[in-house]
């Protein structure tokens, strides 16, 4: 998967060779420091995103022509994008459950994540399963926010989006059908593949099998359960939602025309525009919950101050289907110093095979940012949710939050 997505990176540059310039306009955001109460994908990824744009200002303050950009923006992405994928994915939710993760990472961009003891209960595997996809994809969905948000972000991030962005699809198109190659697939379960071993968890979770059994390879796949191939088909469309993603796509021509071609620091994507102004757009995410596939259609709405966003959601459990919906803004100023965030969410929990929740579920979250001078600053983040499922948040009931130092420079 990573070797592919290294591929797209070395097009990009290929793209911009022509045209390239210097890179002008150097406009950056405030690099961020922090910690969240898991699971910490969201500030996780903040940390990941500093880290990759620390590199990239490095990189092209020696290297003076943006065509080149891509090579080291890419190659940063895909390395951090992996550890974002098992510390801030698997691991975050590992250690949800005190499961003492551990990891290991090759040259070659690839990963894994351990855990010191084993899991008590199937929802562990399912949630520590689809951790990591998660993980990836609450990252990029930061990314793009702050790309639609103001004058946009540094460009360099736009790669660590995409990658994020990609993981989940192109790691379900990797993974063969349980119906159509049953020995592939045992392979793939048996060599850590996530879906794989998400897919499974599933169909041992329905059988009440051994938890333990299943993260460690002793489980035998029944290949004549058709709910199993029923999940692998829904894990599949919710690969090709989130790929047809609009607002992906505008962020990869902001990147090639403005950031390479034109050579700014400083991003923001083409949006339908609304005039003074105002504009539109639309984005997809998808996610792997214990007893459902969800995707998500986002409506962002953007404004000379805050971005405002909108979404629904379908959760489908192979069993029922039932919805969400829920939105909120992103960075509304009071005064020079000061942005909050808030954000609001709501579904109903659909019956399963399994039940491990029911009726309805919500969470709602807040965030400020102040800079208490042009170089340091704090961001400050608190939330609470019902018990149950929802991407990048805890599993249990009750407050989560976080907190970091902003430096700008």
């Not at 405030?30 to 620390?54: N, Q």
């Not at 590199?55 to 974002?84: C, D, K, M, N």
């Not at 929740?357 to 001078?373: D, H, P, R, V």
């Amino acid at each position: 998967m990573k070797r592919v997505m290294l591929i797209c990176g070395i097009l990009m540059v290929v793209s911009g060779v022509c045209q390239a310039r210097p890179l002008t306009n150097r406009v950056f955001d405030a690099y961020f420091l922090g910690f969240e109460t898991d699971p910490a994908m969201d500030y996780g990824g903040r940390d990941i995103v500093t880290a990759h744009s620390l590199i990239s200002r490095s990189l092209s303050g020696v290297i003076h022509t943006s065509y080149v950009a891509p090579a080291y923006e890419f190659i940063s992405a895909l390395g951090l994008s992996t550890v974002q994928h098992e510390v801030f994915g698997h691991g975050s939710r590992a250690r949800e459950y005190n499961l003492d993760p551990s990891y290991s990472f090759g040259f070659d961009f690839s990963g894994g994540t351990g855990i010191g003891k084993d899991p008590e209960t199937m929802e562990q595997n399912l949630v520590i399963a689809g951790g990591g996809t998660e993980g990836d994809s609450i990252m990029a969905h930061r990314i793009l926010a702050d790309l639609y948000t103001g004058d946009g972000t540094d460009g360099s991030k736009i790669p660590l989006m995409i990658i994020g962005k990609l993981d989940f699809s192109l790691y379900v198109f990797m993974t063969p059908s349980p119906k159509d190659n049953p020995q592939d697939f045992t392979d793939e379960y048996s060599n850590g593949n996530d879906i794989a071993y998400y897919l499974t968890s599933r169909q041992a979770q329905r059988r009440h099998a051994n938890p333990a059994d299943v993260w460690n390879n002793d489980y035998t796949v029944a290949f004549d359960d058709p709910m199993l191939e029923k999940n692998y088909d829904d894990a599949r469309a919710a690969a090709i939602w989130n790929l047809v993603d609009p607002s992906m796509f505008a962020a990869m021509y902001g990147y090639a025309v403005d950031h390479v071609i034109g050579g700014k620091s400083q991003v923001r994507p083409p949006v339908i525009p609304l005039g003074n102004g105002f504009g539109l757009t639309v984005g997809t995410r998808a996610f792997l919950g214990p007893e459902e596939v969800t995707r998500f259609l986002d409506i962002y709405l953007v404004t000379p101050g805050p971005l405002v966003t909108a979404y629904v959601r379908d959760l489908q459990s192979s069993v029922e289907q039932t919805y969400g919906y829920g939105g909120g803004f992103h960075r509304l100023r009071l005064g020079n110093r000061v942005s909050v965030s808030l954000t609001g969410d709501f579904w109903q929990v659909p019956e399963s095979e399994v039940p491990l929740y029911s009726g309805s579920g919500w969470n709602g979250s807040g965030e400020l940012e102040t800079m208490f001078s042009d170089h340091v600053g704090i961001s400050l983040k608190a939330g609470s949710k019902s018990e149950g499922y929802f991407p990048g948040t805890p599993m249990e009931s009750g407050p989560y939050g976080g907190a970091g130092v902003l430096v700008a420079f």
